[in-house]
């Protein structure tokens, strides 16, 4: 599901936000 985006975790975010570029939703892409 998230793997169909193109997904960059950044190392700084580990608070469970996880940063998603080329998504319009990524909390709900992520879950």
């Known amino acids: 599901m998230a793997r ?3 997904i ?3 190392p700084k975010v ?3 936000k996880p940063v ?3 998504t ?3 909390y ?3 879950r």
Do not use: V
Request: hydrophobic share 20%; proline share 6%.
């Open 4 to 6: 169909q985006f193109r």
């Open 20 to 22: 998603i570029k080329g």
């Open 8 to 10: 960059e975790w950044d």
């Open 28 to 30: 709900n892409n992520i």
């Open 24 to 26: 319009r939703n990524p």
């Open 14 to 16: 580990y608070n469970g």
